[in-house]
């Protein structure tokens, strides 16, 4: 409006200076605001494009970031919105699956637990705490079975630390288990893979010259030292003989064993 009145000015007198002047000063400001709008369109796209290529990808959390960038500059734009409500029915939706997924390992891990089959409850428990890693309950209750098991321990076959490197067999005797509460026996291994990959190891047990039983343990790629728990009891031909000894063999690795006991209700 202020140009409109210096150009009808200059139409009165149009050799004056002055109203020439101001008609330049309020062009310069209206190029600036022009290039100030522009460049924060420009800006707003950018975080519309950035948006559409993370939620392409399955990247839908910064998907939402640049889709709320984008409102900050345009509130009423409605595409980003209506984006932004779509991610959040997806992490709605995800929330219940995952949910689902966890409380059906609680129930699991829970039932075996009570039936005091171990090795199985830790498995449940390690799989619901791997879906929800910010849920304590699990790992709670696999140092209660830890503890269970500890206190019931009736003969050290390993103490101290021991190497056991890839295919080499070493063999424990001890003096067998008493019968009674034999069909709950668990075997106990705390060991930390040295070799940087996932790799197996097996265990055997027997009694004098004959081979009784084993297992094979997985032993994933982890530097940490983990508890390995294997119900032997289960197996008849365990609870069944005197057995005296049992061997240890990596295959694909090698492995630092700290603890590995019988224990027994």
Same mark, same amino acid.
């Given at each position: =409006? +202020?140009? *409109? =009145?210096?150009?009808? +000015?200059?139409?009165?007198?149009?050799?004056?200076?002055? /109203?020439?002047?101001?008609?330049?000063? &309020?062009?310069?400001?209206?190029?600036?605001?022009?290039?100030?709008?522009?460049?924060?369109?420009? !800006?707003?796209?950018?975080?519309?494009?950035?948006?559409?290529?993370?939620?392409?990808?399955?990247?839908?959390? =910064? %998907?939402?970031?640049?889709?709320?960038?984008?409102?900050?500059?345009?509130?009423?734009?409605?595409?980003?919105?209506?984006?932004?409500?779509?991610?959040?029915?997806?992490?709605?939706?995800?929330?219940?699956? &995952?949910?689902? !997924?966890?409380?059906? %390992?609680?129930?699991?891990?829970?039932?075996?637990?009570?039936?005091?089959?171990?090795?199985?409850?830790?498995?449940?428990?390690?799989?619901?705490?791997? &879906?929800? /890693?910010?849920?304590?309950?699990?790992?709670?209750?696999?140092?209660?079975?830890?503890?269970?098991?500890?206190?019931?321990?009736?003969?050290?076959?390993?103490?101290?630390?021991?190497?056991?490197?890839?295919?080499?067999?070493?063999?424990?005797?001890?003096? /067998?288990?008493?019968? *009674?509460? #034999?069909?709950?026996?668990? &075997?106990?291994?705390? +060991?930390?893979?040295?070799?940087?990959? %996932?790799?197996?190891?097996?265990?055997?047990?027997?009694?004098?010259?004959?081979?009784?039983?084993?297992?094979?343990?997985?032993?994933?790629?982890?530097?940490? =030292? #983990?508890?390995?728990?294997?119900?032997?009891?289960? *197996?008849?031909?365990?609870?069944?003989?005197?057995?005296?000894?049992?061997?240890? *063999?990596?295959?694909?690795?090698?492995?630092?064993?700290?603890?590995?006991?019988?224990?027994?209700?």
């Amino acid at each position: =409006e +202020a140009k *409109q =009145e210096y150009e009808n +000015a200059l139409k009165i007198k149009p050799d004056e200076e002055y /109203p020439k002047e101001k008609i330049r000063k &309020i062009n310069e400001m209206i190029m600036t605001a022009e290039e100030a709008k522009k460049a924060k369109r420009q !800006e707003y796209e950018k975080y519309v494009a950035s948006g559409d290529f993370r939620f392409d990808a399955g990247d839908i959390h =910064e %998907a939402k970031a640049a889709y709320e960038d984008a409102l900050k500059l345009y509130p009423d734009e409605s595409y980003p919105a209506e984006r932004i409500q779509e991610i959040n029915n997806i992490i709605a939706d995800e929330m219940k699956r &995952i949910q689902k !997924e966890y409380n059906t %390992a609680i129930a699991e891990a829970d039932r075996f637990f009570d039936a005091k089959t171990f090795d199985n409850a830790i498995y449940y428990y390690t799989k619901a705490s791997q &879906i929800k /890693p910010d849920e304590t309950y699990p790992l709670n209750r696999i140092k209660k079975i830890t503890s269970l098991i500890e206190e019931n321990v009736v003969v050290d076959v390993v103490k101290g630390s021991e190497i056991f490197d890839n295919n080499i067999m070493k063999k424990f005797t001890f003096t /067998p288990v008493p019968r *009674q509460g #034999r069909k709950e026996s668990y &075997i106990m291994i705390k +060991a930390k893979n040295l070799s940087g990959k %996932a790799f197996k190891l097996f265990l055997n047990y027997g009694k004098d010259g004959a081979k009784n039983g084993g297992f094979v343990i997985n032993i994933p790629n982890s530097n940490d =030292e #983990r508890d390995y728990i294997i119900k032997v009891g289960s *197996q008849y031909k365990w609870f069944g003989n005197d057995n005296n000894w049992l061997t240890l *063999q990596p295959e694909g690795g090698s492995v630092q064993i700290t603890h590995l006991r019988i224990s027994q209700e």
